[in-house]
């Protein structure tokens, strides 16, 4: 699979890309509020990331268990989150974002309350990771090294 997402990388380079924070913004996921940056969708992101599902897709299974996940301790939302992305939050429906952390829903919403000063960033690397409970990357397998020119 990480063949497959170096020639993606090759195709629509990730590293150095401008992106923009927009707002910040969480999901209830397993009892706990999932907060993120939610990131413009700009045509370069947009391109990297119809690259990356068409190169992961193959390797999409269904039937994962707890077990699959770091520290098998993954919740029902984990699991069904995995097995059902590329159909449910790819392509139209993917929403760019910078998962920030875990939190007591009432914390965030007191956070998301407050005016939000958008911001930009570069994508400084990137990499495959073997995710655990919330879908955190938890165990690098692969990190991407560009060609060096």
């Known amino acids: 699979m990480t063949g497959a997402v170096a020639k993606a990388y090759a195709a629509e380079a990730p590293i150095g890309l ?20 939610v990131v413009e969708r700009t045509p370069e992101l947009m391109r990297l990331h119809e690259k990356v599902i068409a190169a992961v897709e193959p ?50 919403k007191g956070i998301k309350a407050k005016p939000f000063d958008a911001f930009t960033f570069k994508v400084a690397g990137a990499a495959v990771y073997h995710l655990g409970n919330f879908g955190t990357a938890a165990k690098k397998l692969w990190q991407y090294q560009p060609a060096m020119k």
């Open 18 to 37: 401008q992106l923009k924070a927009e707002s910040l913004d969480y999901v209830l996921w397993g009892g706990v509020a999932v907060t993120v940056f």
């Open 59 to 108: 390797f999409s299974v269904s039937g994962g268990t707890a077990a699959a996940f770091v520290g098998d301790d993954a919740n029902s939302d984990t699991i069904g989150w995995v097995e059902h992305f590329i159909p449910d939050s790819s392509g139209p429906k993917y929403i760019p974002h910078v998962t920030l952390g875990v939190a007591h829903e009432d914390f965030v």
